[in-house]
């Protein structure tokens, strides 16, 4: 039988308009303005010399692209109704509203947007009418560009994912249509299986609800299945996307918290997110 594991602390970030844009100091003892890479940084960072030299920058750009800070106004009393028990990764009900967190667009259908999220973020359909993802939030100095939450289609309590709608501007769909197009190009022509002795993994997120980081670290899969990692996350990087490289040669991936082990940070995800499970067979 498979264990589900202790993932530590929610990385979401509760908000406060008097701190929220400024620098903090992470438990590792490091700002995030020096553990991870800004947008406007990211193409002459080693992050970026490291995926250019394993082909895997046009994936990450694309990522970049797609990411979407979330902001929940509303915590659903369904929450509640999820009591901690010892097979339960999450206290669902341990959250309050308005908070940040992080989301990548992975879906166009007509009019509207699927975002993909953590569980613990955006909890039920009632929570994501109460939801708005600002797109392309690279910047302080950026337009604010905004989709609003209608409805959760799908999500999964174990594995601490949730995939959502959200209403589009028709004249937004366009960019995002390219985007997606990129995304899944690249998601097919990068070979994972040649990357074994380079175990990274990267993270595109909106740490402390400000403008998109990339952060990178080692990153391992445990005797459960699950990836564990050393890549910086701070508050507001819950269900940031997760790129694993050298030990996942398929599936989609999303942050779910860290925790201190042996004094250092680790990073977790909930597992592969069914939704985008690779046909097989």
Not at 45 to 64: D, H, N, P
Not at 70 to 91: D, F, M, P
Not at 250 to 268: C, L, T
């Amino acid at each position: 039988m498979v264990s589900v594991p202790n993932f530590g602390r929610y990385d979401i970030r509760y908000f406060n308009s008097k701190d929220n844009n400024n620098m903090c100091k992470k438990d590792h003892e490091s700002c995030h303005e020096q553990a991870f890479v800004s947008i406007s940084d990211f193409s002459t960072s080693t992050i970026a010399k490291f995926c250019e030299e394993r082909k895997l920058l046009e994936l990450v750009e694309a990522i970049i692209k797609l990411t979407v800070r979330i902001t929940v106004k509303h915590a659903s009393l369904e929450r509640g109704e999820n009591s901690s028990h010892s097979n339960q990764c999450y206290k669902y009900n341990d959250i309050k509203s308005p908070l940040f967190g992080s989301g990548t667009v992975l879906e166009l259908s007509e009019s509207q947007v699927h975002v993909l999220t953590a569980k613990h973020v955006v909890f039920n359909s009632e929570e994501s009418k109460n939801t708005e993802c600002w797109l392309y939030f690279d910047a302080s100095n950026c337009l604010k560009v905004t989709i609003k939450g209608t409805s959760e289609s799908v999500s999964n309590n174990t594995n601490d994912w949730c995939h959502f709608r959200c209403e589009i501007d028709e004249k937004e769909i366009e960019k995002l249509q390219q985007s997606l197009r990129e995304y899944e190009q690249e998601l097919e022509n990068i070979n994972r299986n040649k990357m074994k002795r380079h175990k990274k993994c990267i993270i595109v997120s909106h740490p402390h609800g400000c403008y998109k980081y990339v952060s990178m670290g080692s990153c391992e899969l445990d005797k459960d299945g699950y990836l564990t990692y050393k890549a910086p996350t701070c508050s507001g990087s819950s269900g940031g996307y997760i790129i694993p490289i050298g030990c996942r040669t398929e599936g989609v991936f999303i942050h779910s918290g860290s925790k201190k082990v042996e004094g250092a940070i680790i990073g977790q995800s909930s597992g592969e997110v069914e939704q985008y499970k690779p046909e097989t067979g």
